[in-house]
DNA sequence: GAGCATGATTGGCA
DNA sequence: TGCCAATCATGCTC
């Protein structure tokens, strides 16, 4: 039996001038057999070659040899192959140029901005840090989730390459699987070079769409672990007392127009050791609960008044014992009578900004 | 555990 | 972009 494989490409050279596929011995057929005796001829293989199926394995075998002996099998042969390339390349012009699939862009693209997929960023993912500076959270504090975030997507990364390698592996084996297959089955049949490789485009096309699926469930997996981290940053911590009463110092103290420039938020934030949108968010709740009930602040915005109002007081006294001629300890009555009247003002002052803030609040 | 306090988030608006 | 208003989610107090 001939047991060349018979790759077209082997044949292509070979054939008469009215009919490239027809071997040599095919040009002379006209000495020996007329035209309908070929046609029977070809009749007869290609029966053979439908019921060859049908047989049982020795009896295909036998049948196979035959089949490879037969004077006309050659010609048989590079005709199929002509068919067999028009045929491939009429399949493969309608499949070729295919648009990147913009779902797997997608995923891959968000696989790699969460330190999934490409190299791996130190110490975990971007996100990660996004959603720390975005939660202004205390560092401190955080250090211990992020710790936990970045083991478990390291977790999640692991798996992810883990299965892609797998996956990888089981296409180039399934395809060098298939090859061969088709290299066995290229001794019997005719297999173009072209066939063969639309055969491999079609595995990593199955094997491609198997791998969207993996980097689908790692994205979703992503997914839940970030809106875990997120929802346990919701976490709230109350400020401490002192940077309370900073910031209700501040906006008391400025009530007729409580809106802190950026500079005032950054000089509160640093004194209250938060962050500005802290600050922000600290404005915003208070501007619109004071709003809402102003009788319930009332007492807390007269508390402030009077407490800016002392330490003015005494910011004063400090100036005025710095400037007077008397002695730091001189405490006559009309000092006295002074700082009396000076908070006796400035509680007037913080009263009517607690009425500027009444109208404030009727914008 | 209920109710209130409070920091954070979200959607709409100018 | 900053603000408002509503809402959520958690902390705190009783």
Same mark, same amino acid.
């Given at each position: 039996?001939?047991?060349?494989?018979?790759?077209?490409?082997?044949?292509?050279?070979?054939?008469?001038?009215?009919?490239?596929?027809?071997?040599?011995?095919?040009?002379?057929?006209?000495?020996?057999?007329?035209?309908?005796?070929?046609?029977?001829?070809?009749?007869?293989?290609?029966?053979?070659?439908?019921?060859?199926?049908?047989?049982?394995?020795?009896?295909?075998?036998?049948?196979?040899?035959?089949?490879?002996?037969?004077?006309?099998?050659?010609?048989?042969?590079?005709?199929?192959?002509?068919?067999?390339?028009?045929?491939?390349?009429?399949?493969?012009?309608?499949?070729?140029?295919?648009?990147?699939?913009?779902?797997?862009?997608?995923?891959?693209?968000?696989?790699?901005?969460?330190?999934?997929?490409?190299?791996?960023?130190?110490?975990?993912?971007?996100?990660?840090?996004?959603?720390?500076?975005? !939660?202004?959270?205390?560092?401190?504090?955080? =250090?211990? +989730?992020?710790?936990?975030?970045? %083991? *478990?997507?390291?977790? /999640?990364?692991?798996?992810?390459?883990?299965?892609?390698?797998?996956?990888?592996?089981?296409?180039?084996?399934?395809?060098?699987?298939?090859?061969?297959?088709?290299?066995?089955?290229?001794?019997?049949?005719?297999?173009?070079?072209?066939?063969?490789?639309?055969?491999?485009?079609?595995?990593?096309?199955?094997?491609?769409?198997?791998?969207?699926?993996?980097?689908?469930?790692?994205?979703?997996?992503?997914?839940?672990?970030?809106?875990?981290?997120?929802?346990?940053?919701?976490?709230?911590?109350?400020?401490?007392?002192?940077?309370?009463?900073?910031?209700?110092?501040?906006?008391? !103290?400025?009530?007729?127009?409580?809106?802190? =420039?950026? +500079?005032?938020?950054?000089?509160? %934030? *640093?004194?209250?050791? /938060?962050?500005?949108?802290?600050?922000?968010?600290?404005?915003?709740?208070?501007?619109?609960?004071?709003?809402?009930?102003?009788?319930?602040?009332?007492?807390?915005?007269?508390?402030?008044?009077?407490?800016?109002?002392?330490?003015?007081?005494?910011?004063?006294?400090?100036?005025?014992?710095?400037?007077?001629?008397?002695?730091?300890?001189?405490?006559?009555?009309?000092?006295?009578?002074?700082?009396?009247?000076?908070?006796?003002?400035?509680?007037?002052?913080?009263?009517?900004?607690?009425?500027?803030?009444?109208?404030?609040?009727?914008?």
């Amino acid at each position: 039996m001939d047991e060349q494989p018979r790759l077209m490409h082997s044949h292509a050279g070979v054939g008469m001038a009215g009919h490239p596929g027809l071997p040599q011995h095919m040009q002379e057929g006209t000495g020996g057999t007329d035209g309908d005796g070929r046609k029977q001829d070809i009749g007869d293989i290609l029966q053979q070659i439908m019921t060859i199926t049908d047989q049982s394995l020795d009896e295909a075998q036998a049948r196979k040899h035959a089949l490879n002996c037969h004077r006309m099998k050659p010609a048989l042969f590079n005709v199929l192959c002509e068919i067999k390339e028009k045929t491939v390349l009429s399949i493969r012009g309608a499949q070729e140029e295919e648009p990147p699939d913009p779902q797997l862009m997608r995923l891959d693209n968000m696989l790699l901005a969460e330190g999934v997929s490409g190299p791996e960023k130190g110490g975990g993912s971007a996100a990660a840090a996004a959603a720390a500076a975005a !939660s202004g959270g205390a560092g401190a504090d955080n =250090s211990a +989730e992020h710790s936990d975030y970045r %083991a *478990k997507l390291s977790q /999640i990364r692991q798996i992810y390459h883990t299965e892609l390698e797998k996956y990888e592996q089981a296409c180039n084996e399934f395809t060098t699987h298939v090859m061969n297959l088709l290299r066995e089955q290229s001794r019997t049949r005719p297999i173009s070079p072209k066939e063969i490789e639309r055969m491999v485009s079609i595995i990593h096309r199955k094997f491609s769409s198997i791998q969207m699926q993996l980097k689908q469930s790692t994205c979703e997996a992503v997914m839940i672990l970030r809106s875990r981290f997120l929802d346990a940053r919701r976490k709230r911590r109350n400020f401490n007392k002192q940077a309370t009463e900073i910031l209700n110092e501040y906006f008391y !103290s400025h009530l007729s127009n409580p809106y802190p =420039s950026e +500079e005032a938020k950054e000089e509160l %934030a *640093k004194k209250c050791s /938060i962050t500005v949108a802290q600050v922000s968010n600290w404005f915003g709740n208070k501007r619109i609960r004071y709003k809402k009930n102003i009788g319930k602040f009332q007492e807390e915005a007269n508390m402030y008044a009077a407490r800016t109002a002392v330490s003015a007081t005494n910011a004063s006294a400090h100036g005025s014992q710095a400037n007077s001629p008397s002695t730091p300890n001189s405490a006559d009555a009309s000092f006295c009578h002074q700082n009396y009247s000076y908070v006796c003002e400035h509680l007037i002052l913080s009263i009517s900004s607690v009425h500027f803030g009444l109208s404030f609040c009727n914008l």
